[in-house]
């Protein structure tokens, strides 16, 4: 049983309001997870990457205030190595599925999904159940899927699977020497 739990209901599940007669406490200290541990960045850096900071900007697929993650582009023709942004397990593989193209979902031990879109070619010797640590090679950057030019579309979803993206900037290491970062071009 919970330590204090007894003396606030009457045992059938009912608060008996006595909780709301003192001030509040806490019984142990909270706890900051990942907070103040970065991703490492999900393309290899060397020269010539620019960042759109286009979270909730328009996505090609979905309309206005749809885009549910950010996209790196090289500003050049070389090809470019897409690496693991966290210890993880590859969760998932797409192969030329839809307008994301080949994907990776790359997920870590408290569950959030790590997505990289339009890959080119996958790392030989990489499945679904694969443990990566950060900085393996996942594969290329590519343009596959309903991308115009290669580029990795990055998404970090917090539940996993579900739908509920969030903004990949603030945990990414910014500024990176030879990435620019754009300004941002989300809805508001």
């Known amino acids: 049983?919970?330590?204090?739990?007894?003396?606030?209901?009457?045992?059938?599940?009912?608060?008996?309001?006595?909780?709301?007669?003192?001030?509040?406490?806490?019984?142990?200290?909270?706890?900051?997870?990942?907070?103040?541990?970065?991703?490492?960045f999900p393309v290899l850096v060397?020269?010539?990457l620019i960042t759109?900071?286009?979270?909730g900007g328009r996505?090609?697929?979905s309309g206005a205030c749809a885009h549910r993650g950010i996209d790196i582009f090289p500003t050049d023709d070389v090809p470019r190595v897409l690496v693991s942004c966290i210890d993880g397990?590859?969760?998932?593989?797409?192969?030329?599925?839809?307008?994301?193209?080949?994907?990776?979902?790359?997920?870590?031990?408290?569950g959030v999904s790590y997505?990289?879109?339009?890959?080119?070619?996958?790392?030989?010797g990489l499945e679904v159940g694969s443990v990566v640590r950060r900085g393996d090679v996942l594969g290329t950057m590519g343009?596959?899927?309903?991308?115009?030019?290669?580029?990795?579309?990055?998404?970090?979803r917090p539940d996993g699977t579900g739908a509920n993206a969030i903004d990949p900037i603030p945990l990414l290491p910014f500024p990176i020497v030879g990435v620019v970062l754009g300004a941002p071009t989300g809805c508001s």
């Open 1 to 40: 049983m919970i330590a204090g739990f007894s003396a606030l209901h009457d045992g059938s599940g009912r608060a008996t309001g006595s909780e709301l007669a003192g001030a509040a406490s806490a019984t142990r200290t909270a706890v900051r997870t990942r907070l103040d541990d970065l991703l490492t």
């Open 46 to 48: 060397g020269s010539g």
């Open 52 to 55: 759109l900071n286009n979270f």
């Open 59 to 61: 996505s090609v697929s």
């Open 89 to 110: 397990v590859l969760d998932g593989q797409r192969i030329l599925e839809g307008s994301q193209g080949n994907a990776w979902v790359l997920r870590d031990g408290d």
């Open 115 to 124: 997505r990289y879109h339009h890959v080119g070619e996958f790392e030989p």
């Open 143 to 156: 343009s596959t899927g309903n991308a115009g030019n290669a580029h990795l579309h990055f998404e970090v």
